[in-house]
């Protein structure tokens, strides 16, 4: 994907697509569980699972948000949470002149337990997802709050504490089902593959996540695979994503840049080479 680089108060993250289109990633973090991310280029797409909660507000741009089963739109005022653990495809895109800019608070496994340790709540199962806040003025004080941190990029550990224990209780004000998703710290444990990779082969991660999130590790996750689908690993991906590129052009009338990021693919000349030598035609034969 490129060359990443990071540091504490100002990351930059560099990804090439093709040998000129570069786009830019800065982060400015006034602690360890809270940046402010701002992409300046025209759009940056990632495929990602998150280790930790992350509430989100928008401040300006937009952002497509692919998942197995459903995908979502996020727009200037927005305020969202993404479960921990779950498999995405994230696009941002500036909008009316602007840089694609948001808050980001991490509601860590770490701060959560210490939350919920005062409390009595038994959690059960639920079915997560990205769950939508609809501009609400609670979670939208308490993130813009933060704002004036971010300029003199320090705040102080009994301020930071006190602002994710504000959002974590106005979560739990306004949405009475979330304790099922916060106060959830089971790892993932070993759950049949197959179903599993029908559903999210579309996402572009490495093998070790795919195994964790199916309770295996990297060795045991090859040999069930190999068992299953009668191939490897990269195989059976690259032909998946092949042929739902190819049902998205035809039945979808989409177009091979938006296919190209939505399929698993990081490189649309590379994503064209192997469509046309899958198929024998180009994508572009399919869009005419």
């Known amino acids: 994907m490129g060359i990443i680089l990071y540091s504490r108060t100002v990351e930059k993250v560099y990804l090439k697509y093709g040998l000129n289109d570069a786009m830019e990633f800065k982060a400015k973090y006034i602690t360890d569980d809270i940046k402010l991310s701002c992409y300046e280029d025209k759009f940056f797409k990632s495929d990602i699972m998150f280790d930790h909660h992350m509430l989100v507000w928008f401040i300006s741009g937009e952002t497509k948000i692919v998942q197995a089963d459903a995908t979502y739109l996020f727009?200037?005022?927005?305020?969202?949470?993404?479960?921990r653990n779950q498999l995405a495809t994230i696009i941002n895109y500036p909008k009316d002149g602007r840089p694609h800019k948001s808050v980001v608070m991490h509601l860590s496994t770490e701060i959560l337990r210490e939350f919920y340790?005062?409390?009595?709540?038994?959690?059960?199962?639920?079915?997560?997802?990205?769950?939508?806040?609809?501009?609400?003025?609670?979670?939208?004080?308490?993130?813009?709050?933060?704002?004036?941190?971010?300029?003199?990029?320090?705040?102080?550990?009994?301020?930071?504490?006190?602002?994710?224990?504000?959002a974590i209780s106005i979560l739990r004000s306004i949405?009475?089902?979330?304790?099922?998703?916060?106060?959830?710290?089971?790892?993932?444990?070993?759950?049949?593959?197959?179903?599993?990779m029908e559903k999210n082969f579309m996402f572009n991660l490495p093998l070790e996540k795919f195994g964790y999130l199916t309770g295996r590790s990297l060795t045991t996750f090859k040999r069930d695979f190999g068992r299953a689908f009668n191939t490897t690993p990269q195989r059976w991906l690259t032909q998946k994503r092949l042929e739902l590129a190819h049902y998205h052009f035809v039945e979808k009338k989409k177009k091979p840049i938006e296919v190209c990021y939505e399929v698993g693919f990081e490189n649309l000349s590379h994503f064209s080479y192997a469509f046309k030598k899958h198929f024998g035609y180009p994508p572009s034969s399919l869009v005419q």
């Open 117 to 166: 340790a005062k409390l009595n709540v038994k959690t059960g199962a639920s079915e997560p997802r990205i769950l939508h806040y609809s501009n609400h003025p609670l979670l939208e004080s308490c993130l813009s709050s933060l704002i004036p941190y971010f300029d003199m990029k320090e705040l102080p550990d009994e301020i930071a504490a006190l602002k994710i224990t504000e």
């Open 75 to 83: 727009k200037k005022g927005d305020i969202f949470l993404i479960p």
């Open 175 to 196: 949405d009475k089902g979330i304790d099922q998703v916060l106060a959830n710290f089971e790892e993932p444990g070993k759950i049949d593959l197959t179903t599993y």
